[in-house]
């Protein structure tokens, strides 16, 4: 399956992420993987909270205290209040942004409104724990719980790395279906994304095929409520060694009549060397995509799994 990597998809993003300087600092945190690679695919729309909200650049650094499930946002210095502020902008943003057809977030780590997760809150004895959400982060969040978010942090890691993006791509191709609004463009997508879903959960993909058995029957609504919801719960699974190995093994069979022997202990070999993490992910899928190609192979061909982002990304490449 091709990607049509000259299609920008949309996201937002933490603004001094891009280099704009608007920390409480007058600096910023230019993410250079974000601006200068991920910016080849994705339409940024920055995102600064305090800046928005309407505080001055510079300004006083401030800090989440108290409850960690309902935290207040105060001055580090003149201890000023700016919770109910901040509440309220960001209420207002996230219901602009449900306009910006958004398929994923990348959260500047551990600030005070944006981090993700592991952000300081501070008790009554002036002791932080990293517990806490930042004010905007869980608004954000909490209006759009299906949409794929990340941390710049996080991204270094390549598996977060991987699931994140695929998970973006996932997201913004289902956004295209639901635009369709048939049960044939239901059924297509699922189809293609068959494999890909097998990689991340076993579960949900058998979950996602009785959902989508009942769409000549199921109300429209509820059916692609339930579909989406299950669908982006098996993206936050992460793809392990073990899945991957399964689904291989799995696509090895639609060649069990056209492979000859030495190319089937080919890719058994192959297959076996990424199973002990001797060769990246890669390798296999080059040689099952040969094959696919090779033999014309129809129902693979369609497959998302083959090539779920642009390979220039080289999420694939890592052992």
Same mark, same amino acid.
């Given at each position: 399956?091709?990607?049509?990597?000259?299609?920008?998809?949309?996201?937002?993003?933490?603004?001094?992420?891009?280099?704009?300087?608007?920390?409480?600092?007058?600096?910023?945190?230019?993410?250079?993987?974000i601006?200068?690679?991920?910016?080849?695919y994705?339409?940024?729309?920055?995102?600064?909270?305090?800046?928005?909200?309407?505080?001055?650049?510079?300004?006083?650094?401030?800090?989440?205290?108290?409850?960690?499930?309902?935290?207040?946002?105060?001055?580090n210095?003149?201890?000023?209040?700016?919770?109910?502020?901040?509440?309220?902008?960001?209420?207002?943003?996230?219901?602009?942004?449900?306009?910006?057809?958004?398929?994923?977030?990348?959260?500047?780590?551990?600030s005070?409104s944006?981090?993700? %997760?592991? $952000?300081? *809150? =501070?008790?009554?004895?002036?002791?932080?724990? !990293?517990?806490?959400?930042?004010?905007?982060?869980? +608004? &954000?969040?909490?209006?759009?719980?299906?949409?794929?978010?990340?941390?710049?942090?996080?991204?270094?890691?390549?598996?977060?790395?991987?699931?994140?993006? %695929?998970? $973006?791509? *996932? =997201?913004?191709?289902?956004?295209?279906?639901? !635009?369709?609004?048939?049960?044939?463009?239901?059924? +297509? &997508?699922?189809?293609?994304?068959?494999?890909?879903?097998?990689?991340h959960?076993?579960?949900?993909?058998?979950?996602?095929?009785?959902?989508?058995?009942?769409?000549?029957?199921?109300?429209?609504?509820?059916?692609?409520?339930?579909?989406?919801?299950?669908?982006m719960?098996?993206?936050?699974?992460?793809?392990?060694?073990?899945?991957?190995?399964?689904?291989?093994?799995h696509?090895?069979?639609?060649?069990?009549?056209?492979?000859?022997?030495?190319?089937?202990?080919?890719?058994?070999?192959?297959i076996?060397?990424?199973?002990?993490?001797?060769?990246?992910?890669?390798?296999?899928?080059?040689?099952?995509?040969?094959?696919?190609?090779?033999?014309?192979?129809?129902?693979?061909?369609?497959?998302?799994?083959?090539?779920?982002h642009?390979?220039?990304?080289?999420?694939?490449?890592?052992?």
């Amino acid at each position: 399956m091709e990607i049509k990597e000259n299609m920008m998809i949309r996201i937002g993003v933490s603004s001094c992420l891009l280099g704009n300087k608007v920390r409480f600092d007058g600096g910023h945190k230019h993410d250079r993987y974000i601006t200068g690679t991920l910016g080849n695919y994705f339409d940024f729309v920055p995102v600064c909270p305090e800046v928005e909200c309407g505080l001055s650049i510079p300004r006083e650094a401030m800090r989440l205290v108290g409850d960690p499930e309902s935290p207040h946002l105060v001055t580090n210095k003149s201890g000023v209040d700016l919770t109910d502020q901040m509440n309220t902008w960001a209420s207002n943003r996230v219901n602009q942004l449900a306009q910006e057809n958004l398929c994923g977030f990348i959260f500047k780590s551990k600030s005070p409104s944006s981090g993700m %997760e592991r $952000v300081k *809150v =501070y008790d009554k004895n002036n002791v932080p724990r !990293a517990i806490g959400v930042g004010l905007f982060a869980r +608004a &954000f969040k909490d209006r759009f719980p299906l949409l794929p978010v990340e941390e710049e942090g996080r991204l270094h890691d390549i598996v977060l790395r991987e699931n994140f993006i %695929e998970s $973006v791509f *996932v =997201y913004q191709r289902w956004r295209k279906t639901v !635009a369709q609004a048939t049960a044939k463009s239901l059924v +297509a &997508f699922h189809t293609y994304h068959k494999l890909l879903l097998r990689s991340h959960s076993e579960k949900h993909y058998r979950e996602l095929g009785r959902i989508v058995a009942q769409a000549g029957t199921l109300d429209p609504e509820k059916l692609i409520s339930s579909y989406q919801e299950n669908l982006m719960a098996a993206m936050k699974l992460k793809a392990t060694v073990k899945k991957h190995v399964n689904v291989l093994t799995h696509m090895m069979g639609y060649f069990k009549k056209v492979l000859s022997a030495d190319e089937k202990k080919e890719l058994l070999e192959v297959i076996e060397r990424f199973r002990n993490q001797y060769v990246p992910l890669i390798v296999p899928i080059t040689l099952m995509n040969h094959y696919v190609r090779k033999y014309n192979e129809p129902y693979l061909k369609d497959q998302y799994y083959l090539t779920p982002h642009p390979t220039e990304l080289k999420l694939r490449n890592h052992a």
